[in-house]
């Protein structure tokens, strides 16, 4: 066989190579037809997302709209003259504006618009509402026990006898306090609070003598007996009992106020100086 002929394709190698030539083609025209299948089907579905996109804004912003309107027109109706709670009541047909703009003011804040709303809510007053100074207090606490005095007085019964000062037979110059005439056995009571001693004098008899914080000393004098012989005591107990001992012509109380350092004083101004009058 010549060179030339042995270099040449036979027919059966000319068809196998034509064979796949069209099969190459085809398969090049399948993937081209499948790309521009895809871009058919995309292209649309993305416009149409972006129309859709654009009407819901569109959409919202109106209904963003339509909410502030009402809103506007809420708080007009609230505001204007008129629309506040009318005497006639709340069932009186005469009110029907007020009612109607309350109602306006509520679907305001249904709408998106709760700071116009609130303005009209804000207005109505609270059902059963009263001032705070009509309700009282519920803490209150009830008022205090009244102060009791300073003093209280040496023995149940009130009056005088003898005065501080007066002359007489029975005292070697004057009178140095004041009597209360009760009877034998009566209850003699601290005046305020103090220190209790007790001693006996031929003048003044059977005595106790009650010392205050300040330095005065209140002396109790003539007594049948004690019942504190020492020691503290409170304002109004009971410390001794009226008798007629010493240079005594019958059952009293003498009691003498002398300060801190000081003879006896008229007790009668110390009473009433401490708010309480023995007379």
Partial sequence: MAPDAAARPTRAELRLAAREQSRAQRRGAAKAATRTA????????????????????TVQNEADQHAQAAGRTARTAVDAPGTQDSPNGPDNPAD???EAAKTAARQAVAAGDPA?????????????AQP?????????????EPVKPKVVMPVARHGLGELFGEAGTHWANRHTGIDF???GGSEVMAVTDGTIRTQWNPSYGYMTVLKMSDGTEAWYCHLRAYKVRKGPVKQGD??????SS?????PHLHFEIRPAGSGPVDPLPWFLANGLDPR
Avoid at 116 to 128: E, I, M, Y
Avoid at 136 to 143: E, H, N, V
Avoid at 246 to 250: A, E, I, L, Q
């Fill in 181 to 183: 005439p009760v009877d």
């Fill in 238 to 243: 009971v410390i001794a009992f009226v008798g």
């Fill in 246 to 250: 010493g240079n005594s012509t019958g």
């Fill in 96 to 98: 029907g504006g007020a």
């Fill in 38 to 57: 895809l871009l058919r089907v995309a292209l649309p579905s993305v416009a149409a997302l972006g129309v859709a996109a654009a009407a819901a804004v």
């Fill in 116 to 128: 116009q709303a609130s303005r009209g809510d804000a207005r109505q007053p609270l059902a059963g």
């Fill in 132 to 144: 705070a100074d009509a309700q009282g207090t519920p803490d209150a606490q009830p008022s205090a």
